[in-house]
């Protein structure tokens, strides 16, 4: 432990010392995220009439117009951001009715509108999980509704009930409740880093703090560490920590730092992480070798397909800004939204620039 | 969050505020007024509380829409009778925003209606929404999310739903209702079920949905919990109930119970109604059942009439089992198997069955006469499926029929699947008897004289009463009985040559096989060939003890000779054949000489034979027998002995005197074999392969295949 506590960096660890400590000791040393009033309207607009149904349906366009736990829970932070209630509302009442049907509270992960019933896989995702009641509690705050405190407690409490999970006594994330523990798979626990959602933590530490959440985020960042030890210094999007010290692919798990794994830079920066020295890594690839976001192979290093969605790049814009103070280019100041995911992971990076670094604008 | 006991009590406690509600006419939740026991029609529940405010605002337009929409959804409504009072009273101050809330919720589009309440509230703090409204978006939501968790089999949260909305567990939501008396079911609460399907049946009044709810029991529910359901049957009103389609349907399962369980019996009523049922419908299922019911309580008649109703109407497999056991019950066994054949290959089932009825066909004493076609469909299914008990019914067959070494060969199969079975054993033991095995037969003796009173009784030499099953018959029964072949012989030839140690006995023990048949048949031929004239049951009685023949005249002698030849007294009967000789008629002396060469035949001495035909002139026709049968036996001997030549030799020129027939030619081909003149034997069994006998002749084929390394194709 204190080996692992040495390798972070002060501000890291004046954070990991800060969560669980109360709201106003916190907001001494840390400001967490206001996130309103960083997505300016006709960018939402955009955003909103591309990807969201008058039902309150968010439609991920590039996998078959399905929804998912992960989409609804963007769409209500996004759409809490832009401070548009009508909207918000919309997608809650639709993510209420259709995603929070399970047995211990959690939402169903996958629904598909060509399917009968809908939902097709009625495991959970966490990352959606953590998303949906972060936004709710965020919106219930800002606009005095009880209906969303109340939810997101509840489900915080179901997340924090289901998915937290012991590892040699250490609490992390389970992916979803069913199929990746030491008892479903030879090489479990398996677990994937992107879904921790850093900035989250402390805001459902408030909404249920018996739970453990200031460990699981400790825990993320030696996963994390542990993880980019290898060669390539890059996560497998999918990894085993069966052995701890030894993260490696899941089996039956391509070894690629692939689409779950480029949004961790994103989330340690918005939880306040610019320090980590594994961001330093990811400047070297994207950056200064000029290799741009992309899919990569972390056995071997290989590029397999560069990213050129603006979505993408703005995550790299974010780094360089955030490490560097670059400047964002011109050209990646228009949003055009074309797909879901990118263009949900653009609004996130941009306006996390705008809130933290507008000197980048 | 897991639903605790005190959360399932308040379900069933919302279930009776319900009840209550309803009941008390108290204006809760908005519903329907209460269904009134003299109007025309059952009125169904709708919910009605858009209709009320659009009517209490005076909006016609929206009046008359929302009709409409009601009237489309559901066709047996008709607005309330109270609706004009309602029309321009109240005093409400008319807001156009809450008109389009409640259209949108008309609409079904709640994500719209809550996202618009959101809006106005936050533009203004004072503004409150309709409790009305609010309340039946609630509903609305409730049951959305109820249906979504109830497809995805989420019960608790169904449970947990229906406790904090009791308002949805009314008439007007039965599919609610039937959702949450599921999910009691499947959280093992069928008690809570029951309870919920009884508060249908006393509460509400549509028809489809009261049988409806029957119907949900029947799947969910024991028979008890049915029965106690149909007590609230309806049987006066303007409409009442017709549940009998349930009672129907429980008398089938009890009639279904008993098909399987000879222990039990259904009721004659019961049987009835599944009768009517069947006679009534297209599907083959309730005549499948009443087929199984009878088959199984002792009359295969009517089984098989069900079992044919059951067929026609497409039954397929269970039927054509139920069939061929009603076949084989009534003793029709022959079509029995026939029926069996066609269906063997379906399931695992009809296969049992087919080996089931040829093995009693098989085992039926007296043997019957068979369909050669029979006996060869029945092999390679026996072989398929290691049957040992088939194989023994081989056995007995050939055994029956004469063909003592096939017998033996199925019975060493039988043992060799099934190493425990005594009834094959005693098999193996008493063939070997017969063909002088003594090795193989104390061999059996040995391993089986402990464990079975009538193998040790047949190393004794004790005769007992012998069970049908063993018992020989001395006489063959016919010339034509189809031949059984060999189960190594009948292995077929495509199948992958067997691991190499086991091939060199294979093909020995076919050539050994062709060699037994053609013995035994030899011995049929002679048998037969006795002059019809000197049988009668005289001539037995005459020679049981030993005569002298010397004392005798010609006609007595032969007599004797004869009565001899068929107690299998060769050289006894070539003695009196002799003296028969020396005193008889030139007609007699033919007949002694014919008789002392079969004799001499039987005796296997064919140099006396010989020598016995050429003694007297005999009819060309008895000539060309007997050089025919002592060729034959000479080349038989030649094989017995291995001398390959002589075989070929003996037959070529048996050939020359009567045509040669397939068993012979085998004989030929396997000496061809022996010698290494593999083209020669080739030819021979390929043409012996096309006038029959296709298994020896494939063997043979193999054989050479597997020594050559290729045959050649033609």
């Known amino acids: ?361 | 969050m897991p639903l605790n006991r005190g959360m399932m009590a308040l379900a069933v406690a919302g279930l009776a505020f319900a009840a209550l509600a309803q009941q008390s006419g108290s204006p809760a939740p908005p519903q329907g007024p209460e269904p009134n026991a003299s109007s025309a029609s059952p009125r169904r529940q709708v919910d009605e509380s858009a209709l009320r405010y659009f009517a209490s605002q005076g909006d016609t337009r929206r009046v008359d829409a929302e009709i409409a929409r009601l009237r489309a959804l559901y066709p047996d409504w008709s607005p309330p009778a109270d609706l004009s009072q309602l029309v321009g009273g109240g005093g409400v101050v008319n807001d156009p925003e809450v008109d389009r809330l409640w259209g949108l919720y008309t609409e079904n589009k709640f994500s719209e209606a809550r996202a618009a309440i959101a809006a106005r509230q936050a533009a203004d703090p004072q503004w409150k929404p309709p409790p009305d409204l609010v309340t039946a978006l609630d509903v609305a939501e409730a049951r959305k999310r109820l249906v979504n968790a109830s497809d995805n089999s989420q019960w608790r949260t169904v449970l947990s739903i229906a406790t904090e909305t009791p308002s949805l567990l009314t008439c007007a939501n039965v599919d609610s209702l039937w959702r949450v008396a599921e999910a009691f079911a499947k959280t093992d609460q069928t008690g809570r079920t029951r309870d919920v399907y009884t508060y249908i049946l006393t509460n509400c009044a549509n028809p489809a949905e009261r049988l409806g709810t029957l119907q949900k029991a029947l799947t969910l529910l024991d028979e008890a919990q049915i029965a106690d359901l149909l007590k609230y049957e309806r049987k006066s009103g303007d409409y009442p109930d017709d549940f009998s389609a349930i009672r129907d349907e429980l008398a089938r399962r009890r009639v279904a119970r008993a098909s399987t369980d000879p222990k039990l019996t259904a009721s004659a009523e019961d049987l009835a109604v599944v009768e009517r049922l069947a006679e009534s419908g297209k599907e083959p299922g309730n005549a499948l059942l009443l087929g199984y019911y009878s088959y199984h309580h002792k009359n295969p008649e009517k089984a098989l009439s069900w079992f044919k109703m059951a067929l026609d109407r497409g039954g397929s497999e269970k039927a054509a089992e139920g069939y061929a056991l009603s076949l084989r019950d009534l003793n029709r066994l022959a079509e029995a198997e026939a029926f069996a054949f066609e269906w063997r290959d379906k399931a695992p089932e009809n296969m049992q069955v087919y080996l089931d009825v040829a093995t009693a066909l098989l085992s039926q004493d007296p043997p019957p006469r068979l369909d050669p076609k029979v006996i060869v469909r029945v092999i390679p299914a026996v072989t398929k499926a290691r049957s040992a008990g088939a194989a023994q019914a081989l056995g007995w067959y050939s055994y029956n029929t004469g063909q003592i070494s096939t017998a033996r060969e199925w019975f060493e199969e039988a043992l060799s699947w099934k190493a425990d079975d005594e009834p094959s054993a005693y098999g193996v033991a008493i063939t070997s008897q017969r063909l002088n095995d003594r090795a193989r037969f104390n061999a059996i003796v040995s391993q089986w004289r402990s464990r079975s009173q009538r193998i040790a009784d047949l190393a004794d030499g004790i005769v007992r009463d012998r069970t049908a099953q063993a018992t020989p018959q001395p006489a063959p029964s016919s010339p034509v009985e189809p031949q059984v072949s060999s189960p190594r012989a009948a292995a077929p030839a495509p199948e992958l040559p067997a691991p190499p140690p086991e091939r060199p006995r294979r093909i020995e023990e076919t050539r050994v096989a062709a060699y037994d048949r053609l013995v035994v048949q030899q011995e049929r031929q002679l048998q037969g060939k006795r002059p019809a004239a000197r049988r009668g049951g005289a001539s037995r009685q005459a020679c049981t003890t030993t005569r002298d023949p010397g004392s005798l005249s010609a006609p007595a002698a032969l007599n004797l000779g004869w009565c001899l030849m068929e107690m299998n007294r060769p050289l006894e009967a070539a003695a009196a054949f002799d003296h028969a000789f020396t005193l008889g008629s030139p007609a007699q002396r033919e007949d002694a000489a014919y008789g002392k060469s079969l004799a001499y035949l039987r005796k296997d001495l064919t140099g006396k034979a010989a020598v016995a035909a050429a003694q007297a002139p005999q009819t060309s026709a008895r000539r060309t027998e007997l050089s025919a049968a002592i060729l034959a036996q000479r080349a038989l001997a030649a094989y017995r002995d291995g001398r390959w030549p002589d075989v070929i030799l003996a037959l070529g020129e048996r050939a020359r005197v009567v045509p040669e027939q397939n068993d012979l030619m085998l004989l030929r081909g396997w000496s061809y074999f022996k010698l290494g003149r593999y083209e020669d034997a080739a030819r021979i069994f390929r043409a012996v392969q096309q006038t029959g006998y296709s298994d020896e002749a494939g063997a043979g084929l193999s054989a050479i295949m597997e020594i050559t390394g290729q045959v050649r194709q033609y």
């Open chain 1, 1 to 361: 432990m204190n080996a692992v506590v040495r390798c972070l960096s002060g501000s890291v660890l004046l954070l990991l010392l800060m969560a669980g400590l109360t709201p106003a000791a916190r907001g001494a040393t840390m400001e967490p995220l206001k996130i309103t009033g960083f997505v300016s309207s006709a960018d939402w607009e955009a955003y909103r009439t591309r990807f969201i149904e008058d039902t309150g349906r968010v439609v991920d366009n590039a996998n078959g117009n399905i929804s998912h736990s992960e989409g609804q829970g963007y769409g209500l932070l996004l759409a809490f951001m832009a401070g548009d209630r009508l909207t918000f509302e919309k997608i809650w009442t639709f993510t209420y009715t259709e995603f929070l049907i399970r047995d211990d509270g959690l939402a169903v992960w996958k629904w598909d509108p060509t399917a009968t019933p809908h939902v097709t896989d009625r495991n959970n995702a966490t990352d959606g999980d953590i998303l949906i009641a972060y936004a709710l509690a965020k919106a219930g705050a800002a606009w005095q509704d009880q209906r969303y405190n109340q939810a997101a407690q509840k489900l915080a409490k179901a997340i924090g009930r289901a998915t937290i999970a012991k590892n040699a006594g250490f609490p992390f994330l389970l992916p979803g409740v069913k199929g990746f523990t030491q008892a479903d798979r030879r090489d479990g626990p398996v677990v994937n880093l992107s879904y921790w959602v850093f900035e989250a933590f402390p805001v459902l530490a408030t909404l249920a703090p018996e739970y453990d959440w200031s460990g699981v985020w400790r825990e993320g960042i030696v996963l994390l560490q542990q993880a980019t030890a290898g060669r390539t210094h890059l996560p497998a999007d999918w990894i085993s920590i069966h052995n701890r010290m030894m993260p490696r692919t899941a089996e039956g798990f391509d070894p690629e730092f692939g689409y779950n794994s480029l949004r961790i830079p994103l989330y340690l920066l918005r939880a306040g992480m610019a320090d980590m020295d594994w961001l330093k890594t990811l400047r070297q690839r994207w950056i200064v070798d000029q290799e741009g976001v992309a899919t990569v192979n972390v056995v071997t290093g290989e590029v397999k397909e560069r990213l050129t969605d603006q979505g993408y790049m703005a995550l790299s814009a974010l780094l360089a800004c955030a490490l560097d103070g670059t400047k964002v280019p011109d050209t990646l100041k228009a949003f055009n939204p074309q797909f879901y995911y990118p263009a949900s992971l653009y609004l996130l990076s941009m306006s996390l620039i705008g809130e933290k670094y507008p000197q980048c604008l």
